[in-house]
């Protein structure tokens, strides 16, 4: 059985985890601290970051792109009879969302609705270059759930939560991805793919006190804070 060594938060690893539950392969799993991590990790790791797929034969593959096109290459595609174009075009559109992921968690750990106004600028690139993309759904090329979806089911579940937690709608000017987030979360990939205690485990690095939206993202709040960003929240 393959392993996904993983850091609890991470969105990187999400991609890998949601890849495996959406084609019903069976994992294990094993957690590490970013801030202590194991030797036997640093051992084997070439880059010190996760996600790190350990094949059945014992072989550490790193960077979730590589590890993705792997789980491919070794399990039934999700979508069948793909063109070597619409794979080139799949990789594309995954890249669009895995470039966004630490912009994701920049943004979540603004101090103030100005830093997040300003990080938002940047992220809602990807969210309008998806609102112009998407057709009639549900998924992202159609009626089939597909690698793309897997991609960019990170930045969409954590979106999620967002709103849940603070009332901030990363998503409230893109009506097409609104609903693609509705439909992937309906999958229940999205709570597959983490650890039982992510909920908990998010909310305590990214929506605490000292986050604008930690703090029920308050259209009111005057004050700035000037604590400092916590690190190793995301991955590396």
């Given at each position: 059985?393959?392993?996904?060594?993983?850091?609890?938060?991470?969105?990187?690893?999400?991609?890998?985890?949601?890849?495996l539950?959406?084609?019903?392969?069976?994992?294990?799993?094993?957690?590490?601290?970013l801030?202590?991590?194991?030797?036997?990790?640093?051992?084997?790791?070439?880059?010190?970051?996760?996600?790190?797929?350990?094949?059945?034969?014992?072989?550490p593959?790193f960077?979730?792109?590589?590890?993705?096109?792997?789980?491919?290459?070794?399990t039934?595609?999700?979508?069948?009879?793909l063109?070597?174009?619409?794979?080139a075009?799949?990789?594309?559109?995954?890249?669009?969302?895995?470039?966004?992921?630490?912009?994701?968690?920049?943004?979540?750990?603004?101090?103030?609705?100005?830093?997040?106004?300003?990080?938002?600028?940047?992220?809602?690139?990807?969210f309008?270059?998806?609102?112009?993309?998407?057709?009639?759904?549900?998924?992202?090329?159609?009626?089939?759930?597909?690698?793309?979806?897997?991609?960019?089911?990170?930045?969409?579940?954590?979106?999620?939560?967002?709103?849940?937690?603070?009332?901030?709608?990363?998503?409230?000017?893109?009506?097409?991805?609104?609903?693609?987030?509705?439909?992937?979360?309906?999958?229940?990939?999205?709570?597959?793919?983490?650890?039982?205690?992510?909920?908990?485990?998010?909310?305590?690095?990214?929506?605490?006190?000292?986050?604008?939206?930690?703090?029920g993202?308050n259209?009111?709040?005057?004050?700035?804070?000037?604590?400092?960003?916590?690190?190793g929240?995301?991955?590396?």
């Amino acid at each position: 059985m393959i392993k996904i060594v993983s850091f609890k938060i991470c969105p990187f690893v999400q991609r890998v985890t949601a890849m495996l539950e959406a084609k019903t392969i069976s994992y294990e799993i094993e957690y590490i601290e970013l801030k202590n991590k194991p030797q036997w990790f640093l051992d084997i790791s070439t880059t010190g970051q996760v996600p790190m797929l350990i094949t059945e034969h014992g072989t550490p593959l790193f960077e979730s792109d590589a590890i993705v096109e792997y789980i491919d290459e070794v399990t039934p595609p999700l979508q069948d009879n793909l063109s070597p174009e619409q794979r080139a075009i799949n990789r594309a559109w995954s890249y669009q969302a895995s470039k966004h992921y630490l912009v994701q968690c920049s943004t979540m750990q603004s101090a103030d609705k100005g830093i997040l106004d300003e990080r938002m600028a940047k992220l809602i690139k990807s969210f309008e270059k998806a609102e112009k993309q998407l057709g009639e759904g549900p998924y992202f090329f159609g009626q089939k759930l597909g690698n793309v979806d897997m991609a960019w089911l990170p930045l969409l579940h954590r979106a999620a939560i967002v709103e849940d937690h603070s009332g901030y709608d990363m998503l409230s000017d893109y009506p097409k991805v609104k609903a693609w987030q509705k439909t992937l979360l309906e999958t229940g990939i999205p709570e597959k793919s983490v650890p039982t205690d992510f909920d908990e485990k998010f909310s305590t690095f990214y929506l605490d006190d000292r986050t604008w939206l930690g703090r029920g993202a308050n259209l009111n709040e005057a004050a700035t804070s000037t604590s400092q960003p916590q690190t190793g929240g995301c991955c590396g």
